[in-house]
């Protein structure tokens, strides 16, 4: 498992390779949905810190602290100094992600996150910062999976 920062991170790093800008809901939403199909493929986690239902979505909380302050506008720090070695699964859903959900905007991936039944459907009640459980998160992925009847390196796009 990695950090989410260093995940973040590491999306980041993409979105300046190919000249584009990441907001904080978009980094913040990637970054769950990556680890979304890491578990749902792969049956283990992306990220080593838990993943919350807030009102508006699931959020990883060391994420949003790190990037909140840019607000509605475009990262522009680094978010994590280490440089991660993702091995080959993380590496390949991590840029499978990016290809097909980076060119979406924040209010698009939210769509995403928030459809009836999933992980942060099923989980928040109202309240705040409610966990969602990886096993929830591993559920809905292997189903959108099924859903795509794709095999482990194409499901994603």
């Known amino acids: 498992m990695k950090s989410a920062l260093a ?3 590491h999306f980041l790093d993409l979105a300046e390779k190919n000249n584009t ?3 904080p809901m978009e980094l913040i939403k990637l970054t769950y949905i990556a680890h979304g199909w890491m578990l749902g493929l792969y049956s283990r986690a992306l ?3 838990d993943v919350e239902a807030w009102k508006y979505g699931p959020v990883i909380p060391v994420l949003y602290h790190r990037v909140k302050k840019f607000g509605s506008k475009p990262v522009t720090d680094r978010i994590s100094k280490k440089r991660i070695d993702l091995d080959a699964y993380e590496r390949s859903v991590v840029e499978q992600v990016f ?3 980076g060119k979406l905007g924040g209010i698009a991936l939210s769509s995403l996150t928030h459809q009836p039944g999933s992980p942060w459907d099923l989980t928040w009640d109202g309240t705040y910062a409610e966990k969602i459980s990886d096993n929830l998160i591993e559920h809905h992925f292997k189903g959108l999976m ?3 009847r794709g095999s482990a390196s194409s499901a994603i796009g």
């Open 7 to 9: 995940i973040g991170q």
């Open 21 to 23: 800008a990441m907001t």
């Open 47 to 49: 990220i080593k810190e």
């Open 99 to 101: 290809d097909k959900y």
């Open 146 to 148: 099924y859903e795509h």
